[in-house]
């Protein structure tokens, strides 16, 4: 009924614990982008189908599986190794998947963001969505920042109301600052050249809202420290203790460094 695509590099750690959540699935495929650790033997030992593809994007390497790969069942989810699938999330998945009029292309799924085995629902601002499964030949994806959102889609996108797992953390802080470095660089970039409308702010659609507020906020006087009082005092995150400070304070200093990095390109743009 359901295909799984998941992304890898060097991913030892995490893939395991999303594997065993994923017994349900007799579809599993692992597209690979040079990992050197033990991620493609632990997949082997799962009998998952193994590709691999250098990594670009996002965006390309999930359309490069969907393009590529010899995906058994009409709909396919995407996970990453670091998350995990609860028996709820999946239930409601296969519930939707079943009631699913033929003008439905995919859907939105959230997540709960983990922490010292904290969940981060205020920290967070849960839910935030992204669009996660489709039907084979109905969507495709497009880069944004350093991830990625649908691009042509032929139909309606609905939601997945329970959320799946992601531990993020996982492999410590300093993975996550290395890896939040790269990433706001490429948000940066994002930011900076693109300005949607003031208008999309408002919109209904998180594929429009979210980039629009990104992209305005980012250029806000103060807005990194904003960020840290509107999560951890408005938006209750005091409430997970010490898991929640030190979330809301690194989110605060990613925002700190794309607000850099953008004022880096402006000033290194050609003056009109």
């Not at 998350?83 to 999330?89: L, P, V």
Request: charged fraction near 25%; hydrophobic fraction near 35%.
């Amino acid at each position: 009924m359901i295909s799984t695509i998941i992304l890898t590099k060097n991913e030892q750690k995490d893939l395991p614990a999303c594997l065993d959540a994923l017994g349900w699935c007799d579809d599993i495929h692992l597209l690979d982008s040079g990992s050197t650790d033990a991620t493609l033997s632990i997949a082997e030992k799962y009998h998952v189908h193994i590709a691999t593809n250098p990594f670009k994007s996002f965006g390309k390497q999930r359309n490069f599986a969907l393009e590529n790969l010899r995906i058994k069942h009409n709909w396919v989810l995407f996970l990453d190794a670091d998350e995990i699938c609860t028996e709820a999330f999946i239930q409601d998945v296969q519930n939707n998947i079943k009631q699913a009029p033929e003008s439905v292309a995919g859907f939105y799924c959230c997540w709960k963001m983990m922490l010292e085995n904290t969940w981060l629902k205020h920290c967070d601002n849960f839910p935030k969505w992204q669009f996660r499964i489709l039907k084979k030949g109905r969507a495709a994806f497009t880069d944004f920042g350093h991830g990625q959102k649908e691009g042509d889609v032929d139909g309606e996108i609905r939601y997945i109301e329970e959320p799946y797992l992601h531990y993020g953390f996982s492999k410590g802080w300093y993975q996550w600052m290395e890896r939040h470095n790269k990433y706001s660089t490429q948000e940066a970039h994002a930011r900076f050249l693109s300005k949607p409308p003031l208008r999309d702010i408002f919109e209904s659609n998180t594929s429009k809202r979210n980039p629009a507020l990104k992209s305005w906020l980012s250029r806000m006087p103060g807005w990194p420290l904003l960020r840290f009082i509107h999560a951890y005092f408005f938006n209750l995150g005091f409430l997970e203790g010490k898991p929640g400070f030190m979330y809301c304070a690194n989110m605060s200093y990613y925002e700190f460094l794309i607000q850099l990095k953008m004022r880096e390109l402006k000033l290194s743009s050609p003056k009109e």
